[in-house]
């Protein structure tokens, strides 16, 4: 069962569901009117609470998909999710921080999750930083605390220092200095192109899930995460747009969005926290402590035996390690 209490008084939905949204309730209900075994019920019915959740708003001309989770008056916490992920993500993370008292607001990136995709494919940095700053401008919230994996790093960083008097403090899991390489940046777009939206993608929508898995496992992770986990982020697949990925994957391999990187953190005054796994093979663990040197006031965790993926392979220490870092912010 989720623990976490949903917040009283907020604001009510300003726009329909999305399709995809509706689409997959309707197949997760009725499975669960089926016969099903004893593991698939179970996630199943954890899916149906997760998606009870679900609010959707208009950002700068698209429908998001959001969660709002935990007391109203708590400081509210954003968490902005990684590249082809999804904000269920956080599922295991969510409830321990909204326990504590937080305001816990998780939402799907456009084109991500459970959004809609952008007509205009402004799948950039300063476009997801500017629907963020939009976000937080219609919950009517106050300076926030921002978490973000990988991507979604990206733009926390971006937000946090276009708009600072926005932010409390910043945590970005699984993130480093990026060099730019002019080969690099023509080729791993493309890559990534290929291995998402051609192979993994078709692979999943044939139900064959365990063939991203063992990707994921092989090259991504150092912990194998619960099976009912790694079907619910391999649902992101599905979901995600596939000009999204071929946008934005070509965005971050762009010189000028890698080199304001190290000038937006050299610029950041708020309490910033990296978060590293040490066998993280995208996010270098070596680069993601260059990038913290540039920090004003800034901490760098490194976890051991953990890889790119940390939201499901140890999302109970990703609560501590939050829970432990906003409490000295809120000291």
């Known amino acids: 069962m989720l623990s976490g209490t949903i917040a009283v008084g907020v604001p009510p939905q300003t726009s329909l569901p999305t399709a995809k949204y509706t689409s ?6 009725t499975k669960l009117a089926g016969r099903l075994s004893h593991g698939d019920r179970h996630r199943f019915e954890h899916e149906l609470e997760l998606l009870r959740r679900a609010q959707f708003i208009e950002l700068n001309g698209v429908v998001h998909h959001y969660q709002d989770v935990g007391p109203r008056n708590g400081e509210p916490l954003i968490l902005v999710h990684g590249w082809d992920c999804s904000a269920l993500w956080w599922h295991r993370i969510i409830d321990p921080l909204a326990d504590a008292g937080y305001r816990v607001i998780s939402y799907d990136l456009k084109g991500h999750g459970f959004s809609d995709s952008d007509p205009a494919c402004d799948y950039t940095i300063a476009g997801f930083s500017k629907d963020l700053q939009t976000l937080g401008n219609a919950l009517g919230l106050g300076p926030q605390h921002v978490a973000s994996f990988s991507l979604g790093a990206f733009v926390a960083l971006h937000y946090g220092a276009t708009v600072p008097d926005r932010v409390r403090s910043l945590t970005f899991l699984n993130f480093s200095l990026m060099p730019y ?3 690099a ?3 791993v777009p493309k890559l990534l192109d290929f291995v998402f939206n051609r192979l993994l993608r078709p692979i999943e929508r044939l139900g064959l899930w365990w063939l ?3 990707y ?3 090259v991504l992770a150092k912990n194998t995460p619960p099976v009912n986990d790694v079907k619910l982020g391999t649902l992101s697949l599905r979901c995600c747009d596939p000009e999204a990925i071929r946008v934005s994957s070509r965005e971050i391999a762009r010189r000028e969005v890698l080199d304001a990187v190290g000038e937006q953190m050299r610029g950041l005054q708020q309490p910033t926290l990296l978060v590293a796994g040490a066998g993280d ?8 402590r260059k990038l913290m040197a540039l920090a004003q006031n800034g901490t760098y965790l490194e976890v051991p035996k953990c890889g790119h993926l940390i939201l499901f ?3 109970e220490q990703v609560g501590q390690i939050l829970r432990l870092f906003l409490r000295g912010v809120r000291g």
């Open 185 to 187: 940046s023509k080729f």
């Open 281 to 288: 093979p995208v996010m270098r663990p070596a680069s993601g």
């Open 313 to 315: 392979e140890l999302p």
């Open 181 to 183: 390489y002019p080969f």
């Open 212 to 214: 991203p898995f063992i």
């Open 216 to 218: 994921a496992r092989l």
């Open 24 to 29: 997959y309730r309707a197949e997760v209900e």
